[in-house]
């Protein structure tokens, strides 16, 4: 689903890149790095709606990243609650129930597909959400996060990636208030430039097409989808 963002740990540089550009296929977006010190580091200055963690690393055993953040304080980053999804060339079954039992929410041994690995970081972001169903409903909106879909009344609305990305973020939120900030965040990762007003003209061409009741402001703090549609 757009609007995520995600951290890669794997000192491998060709997986990671074929990573990246996967998961960037996805709208999603990407920023990797080698190691358990690096891992920790971005884990603490900023939030990541998912890990994707290889254990053999070069400075270390993955699990240490998962281990100090699962014990990590709640409140305040690193987000102790984070989805982590290993990703091993270890296929022995003890591995995989040790993994697990340290506290990831997922399990996938090299060589694996990636579309089967960006299902399943939708499914982990649906748990993480709280809901079962695949699709978003509000109203007449309906989104579909892995066929990249929105139709509204069952007609199709036409959406850029980045918009797509906006939306989905300001849903999953709904009610509450996105601060521009936290937009960017999701869709955005550490190479990325954009322009100062990359949200405001997203969130401008939203309102074109989905009308003016979907998202609203609040001034001076941001955007948010309400509960339910006005009746």
Do not use: C
Request: charged share 25%.
């Amino acid at each position: 689903m757009p609007g995520m963002r995600v951290l890669v740990v794997e000192d491998d540089e060709g997986i990671a890149h074929g990573l990246e550009l996967a998961l960037r296929h996805e709208g999603w977006a990407a920023d990797t790095v080698p190691g358990v010190e690096a891992a920790w580091s971005a884990l603490t200055v900023e939030p990541f709606d998912i890990v994707l963690l290889d254990l053999g690393l070069a400075d270390g055993d993955g699990a240490q990243v998962l281990q100090r953040l699962r014990r990590a304080p709640p409140g305040r980053l690193p987000d102790p609650a984070t989805p982590v999804l290993i990703m091993t060339a270890r296929d022995q079954v003890a591995s995989r129930i040790a993994g697990l039992d340290m506290g990831a929410d997922d399990y996938v041994t090299k060589p694996f597909d990636a579309g089967e690995l960006a299902a399943r970081i939708r499914a982990l972001r649906r748990r993480a959400a709280g809901r079962a169903q695949p699709e978003l409903l509000w109203g007449e909106l309906a989104i579909d996060p892995a066929a990249r879909r929105v139709t509204r009344a069952g007609k199709a609305v036409e959406l850029s990636s980045r918009e797509f990305g906006v939306l989905m973020a300001l849903m999953e939120a709904r009610p509450r208030v996105l601060s521009r900030q936290q937009i960017e965040a999701s869709l955005y990762n550490w190479e990325s430039l954009l322009d100062s007003n990359a949200i405001e003209v997203h969130v401008h061409h939203l309102r074109r097409k989905l009308g003016d009741g979907v998202i609203r402001t609040l001034r001076g703090v941001g955007y948010f989808v309400p509960a339910e549609p006005a009746p």
